[in-house]
């Protein structure tokens, strides 16, 4: 959910499966998704409302999509030639314009 959200293929606002619903799509427990569901509400990406299920946080800002299609990229190079998330993560830091 989390990528989708970022990638913005879930839009603010859009309404998520409720915990039950989730949990028997993905053959889970309920209280995993529960789980997932605070965890993306404590980073600002959903909201939840007794009574009204979990949606989109309509202040998600997403990047462009040449941003989201050069991390694609970078992420397929990364894996075929085998370099770890880490290392990108610092390659990137390392890369990244100084103000």
Do not use: C, H
Request: aromatic share 4%.
């Amino acid at each position: 959910m989390r990528s989708r959200i970022l990638a913005g293929t879930l839009a603010g606002g859009e309404r998520l499966p409720s915990v039950r619903q989730l949990a028997r799509d993905l053959g889970v427990a309920s209280g995993t998704v529960a789980k997932a569901y605070k965890f993306l509400e404590e980073d600002g990406l959903v909201v939840s409302r007794a009574g009204a299920g979990t949606r989109v946080s309509g202040s998600v800002a997403t990047p462009p999509a040449s941003v989201m299609k050069a991390a694609r990229e970078l992420a397929r190079a990364a894996v075929a030639n085998g370099v770890q998330l880490d290392e990108v993560i610092l390659t990137l830091r390392a890369t990244w314009p100084q103000d």
